[in-house]
């Protein structure tokens, strides 16, 4: 059974930094690409970045580039998403995901930018 559990997330005040945790099991993940997206109340889920297994190639949404560092450890089966600069408009749960549309997505924790 794929699971995959987020954490990380919290309070933050804008201009500050966060970094997300993703722990997967249940499946050969250094052998998959994994993604990051999120979801503001309200909006549609929104992809943020992805990486391919190894790690040796990242991409990333327009308004996470230079901001969010996306990163992973194959051995301890661990997908980290560091942020920084944070803004009330990043303010949303956050998800990692096996697959690319976000359907095999964790539970998400939750990041709150605000003063």
């Known amino acids: 059974e794929v699971q995959l559990v987020e954490s990380g997330g919290g309070l933050v005040q804008p201009g500050g930094s966060l970094r997300l945790s993703c722990v997967a099991s249940g499946f050969d993940f250094s052998d998959y690409w994994m993604y990051w997206f999120r979801q503001a109340p309200g909006k549609r889920l929104e992809w943020v970045s992805s990486i391919r297994g190894g790690g040796d190639f990242t991409d990333y949404e327009n308004f996470a580039k230079g901001r969010f560092t996306i990163s992973r450890d194959d051995a301890k089966n661990t997908l980290h998403l560091q942020m920084k600069n944070l803004t009330t408009e990043d303010t949303a749960m956050y998800y990692c995901?096996?697959?690319?549309?976000?359907?095999?997505r964790g539970p998400g924790t939750q990041v709150t930018v605000s003063s």
């Open positions: 995901s096996k697959d690319s549309t976000g359907t095999m």
